[in-house]
């Protein structure tokens, strides 16, 4: 028997890869046998994503369980997001919601703003594609230069 998650776990791995163009991705979540209950990695994170000029971690869940997860990571879990995201990670939350019949993302983008707290901003399927494409294309653009002297994205 599958878990009610693994849908969207399996919609989540494929936006990644295949609308986004996110070059490798895993599950980094631990599922503990003893307890029967899965971890996620620092509490926040599903998903690794790595594309050149690019690292991200991906929270994934129902529509519902959108604002759970969010408290999850913006409040439960505050300081180790704040030092995620000052790494120069991103970190994304995808819900998925029903519209007729299928299923689509509504994201949700978490940065820092100027006094370093945690805000979390609505997020598209373009602003994403645009986010990995200036990656790709700051990578290409200066060939040899370390990825962490590149500019943020």
Known sequence: MTSPGYKYNQKTLKYLRETLGVIHVDGVEQYNSFTR??????????YLGMSPGLLVGVQSTS??????????????NEEIT????????????????????????DGLLFELDREGEVISKPLSTDHLCALVLRAHALVAAAPGMPVHSLPPL
């Not at 209950?37 to 599903?46: A, Q, S």
């Not at 529509?63 to 439960?76: D, F, L, V």
């Not at 704040?82 to 993302?105: C, D, M, Q, T």
Request: charged share 35%; hydrophobic share 40%; no cysteine.
């Open 37 to 46: 209950k899965k971890k996620d990695l620092f509490n926040i994170i599903d």
């Open 63 to 76: 529509y519902n369980g959108k604002s759970a997860r969010k408290k999850k990571i913006m409040k439960e």
């Open 82 to 105: 704040k030092v995620w995201l000052s790494s120069g990670a991103h970190l994304w939350l995808f819900s998925w919601k029903k519209v007729g019949h299928r299923y689509v993302p």
